[in-house]
């Protein structure tokens, strides 16, 4: 078991339990918390990765679209990933440049959005086509502007923590898939433009063997059919260790890895290709803290469950209830003394100490201790009194951003970054209430 130290909540981070006391009693609960060292340090790391003719790392920015972490994360270096023709507005209007952003997205734009796209792709962005729909749309446009575009392709193989982050197989309908390659390239040919880049992203979280095997596949797939191609994206998706128990993917590992088969694919075809990956978990994950206070207790009995009850939960970090996924737990005194850590539970009696964290919503599912079927699983962790702490780690990235923060009237919790120099910085104010209710209209 990891050794901590006593005041630090986990071994990677800076957050201690004073700064959580600070947090929550200047900013109020629930807050999201984000650590800058740790974006900065994962951003480093990506931009480290081995390759062999060049890298770009753009960060897929669905994780978390708040404007300071898009400006910090692009100040490291890192492009932007976009999901969305908002997305990329999102991110313009934080002053990214386009030129530094890449489009990925089921959306078909018409009308204005049309128009909009046009020009952010005249001023840099770049387009990845992701349907034989979009790629017929295209087409006169890019030929016209002699603008090269990306394709992205559905190998028909994927991987993903659940299988709800599996993008790659035949009940993924993300990209062209292999079975309609040869349509595509009719109109690519047909039309005579330019594809420079093939992009693949298998899914989130998913076993990096996996991911390690789609560069095989990626390479073999540019070689056949993309002859112009000088970019291969690779997509996001590394598994990130949010549990003291899981393992994360090794990029460096997968990087040098990568860096060897775009050697061979030199060798084999005189062609040097640009690598591209496209992290988001990886990025932010684990930079992420949700603070919550204790707001009550109750009990179901000698075959029940001791529950505490938060005043935030599905709302707020919805991951378990769609995933089941496991955040770590931090029990945290409202004097700052830390009660119990994730990342150290060996002073607690296993099944004395067993409990099921409840949020405030009125919904069974709203439990952040569930397994991906939904039941309760009661976790290892310290007895808080009304009024403590229960911080819950790991959720810097798909919480804050893919959130039902309005469910049941809960206003969006505010959003804070620790600075490097330590100071506590909002970078989210707290929603209110006439904000959700703003643009309704009466009877
Ligand atoms: C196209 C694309 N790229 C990158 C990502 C980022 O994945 P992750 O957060 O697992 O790194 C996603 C996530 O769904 C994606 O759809």
Not at 344 to 371: A, H, N
Request: aromatic share 8%; with cysteine; hydrophobic share 35%.
């Amino acid at each position: 078991m990891t050794h901590l130290n006593t005041d630090h909540l986990t071994p990677f981070g800076r957050v201690t339990s004073e700064t959580i006391v600070r947090a929550a009693e200047q900013f109020g609960t629930p807050v999201y918390l984000y650590d800058e060292a740790v974006v900065v340090r994962k951003c480093q790391d990506a931009l480290n990765m081995p390759n062999a003719y060049g890298l770009t790392v753009r960060y897929a920015m669905k994780a978390n679209s708040n404007r300071a972490l898009l400006q910090l994360i692009n100040n490291q270096g890192l492009s932007l990933d976009c999901s969305t023709l908002n997305e990329v507005r999102r991110a313009h209007t934080a002053g990214i440049a386009c030129d530094r952003m890449m489009l990925t997205s089921q959306e078909v734009p018409a009308g204005k959005d049309r128009q909009d796209l046009e020009t952010m792709i005249r001023e840099g962005l770049v387009y990845n086509i992701c349907s034989l729909r979009q790629l017929k749309l295209i087409a006169d446009f890019s030929v016209k502007h002699d603008q090269p575009m990306s394709i992205r392709i559905n190998p028909g193989v994927g991987a993903g923590e659940s299988v709800t982050r599996n993008t790659g197989d035949k009940y993924s309908s993300f990209g062209i898939h292999m079975a309609n390659i040869e349509k595509a390239l009719d109109v690519i040919h047909e039309k005579g433009f330019r594809i420079n880049q093939v992009h693949v992203h298998i899914g989130s979280g998913g076993d990096p063997d996996m991911w390690r095997e789609n560069i095989d596949r990626e390479l073999m797939i540019t070689e056949k059919y993309f002859p112009d191609a000088e970019i291969v994206n690779l997509g996001g998706g590394f598994k990130e260790a949010r549990m003291p128990d899981e393992t994360a993917a090794d990029i460096q590992e997968l990087g040098y890895y990568a860096k060897e088969r775009f050697k061979d694919f030199y060798r084999r075809t005189g062609r040097k290709l640009h690598m591209s990956i496209e992290p988001g978990t990886y990025i932010v994950a684990n930079a992420g803290y949700l603070v919550t206070s204790v707001v009550d207790e109750k009990w179901s009995g000698p075959t029940g469950f001791e529950f505490i009850i938060l005043d935030a939960g599905m709302e707020a970090n919805t991951r378990p209830l769609l995933y089941g996924s496991r955040h770590p737990f931090y029990v945290i005194s409202n004097t700052g003394k830390l009660l119990s850590s994730e990342f150290d539970l060996s002073t607690m009696k296993y099944e004395l100490d067993y409990r099921v964290v409840v949020g405030r919503c009125c919904e069974s599912g709203d439990s952040q201790s569930l397994d991906y079927q939904g039941h309760i699983i009661p976790r290892t962790m310290a007895n808080p009194e009304i009024g403590d702490y229960v911080v819950i780690g790991g959720t810097g990235a798909y919480c804050s951003a893919m959130s039902l923060y309005n469910y049941n009237s809960h206003v969006q919790a505010a959003e804070l970054l620790l600075r490097e120099d330590g100071k506590l910085k909002m970078i989210r104010k707290r929603q209110t209430l006439n904000q959700i209710i703003h643009n309704e209209q009466n009877l």
